[in-house]
């Protein structure tokens, strides 16, 4: 499997193992696609180390399957390669980003406590 998940309270937490690219981040979308009823999803990239345009692709597409079914998503943990990816494709704009799990789990039940 290309990832591990966790489920703290009503957020769902998922690990992706490596790398993301086309075929793990297509792997990681459909069990986003699948979850229900959770006030946010993390995607924590401590394990990441490499990710591609095609990983992109399916992470932007995950996003808006969440926005419309009210969900959040933060992504935490980003090595410093992975941040300039993010930077200089200016999607650090369109994502909320954070630098540990707890912070990202802190804006998620903040954001969805109104």
Do not use: W
Request: hydrophobic residues 40%.
């Amino acid at each position: 499997m290309a990832y591990k998940s966790e489920k703290i309270n009503d957020i769902e937490i998922i690990y992706p193992m490596n790398e993301i690219d086309a075929i793990t981040g297509n792997e990681i979308k459909k069990y986003i696609n699948s979850l229900k009823e959770l006030s946010g999803i993390i995607i924590n990239f401590n394990r990441v180390n490499y990710l591609n345009s095609s990983g992109l692709r399916e992470l932007i597409q995950s996003l808006r399957i969440l926005k419309d079914k009210n969900i959040s998503m933060a992504l935490c943990n980003l090595s410093d390669n992975i941040k300039k990816i993010f930077t200089n494709t200016n999607l650090h704009k369109l994502f909320d980003i954070f630098n540990n799990e707890d912070d990202a789990i802190k804006y998620i039940q903040e954001k969805h406590s109104v």
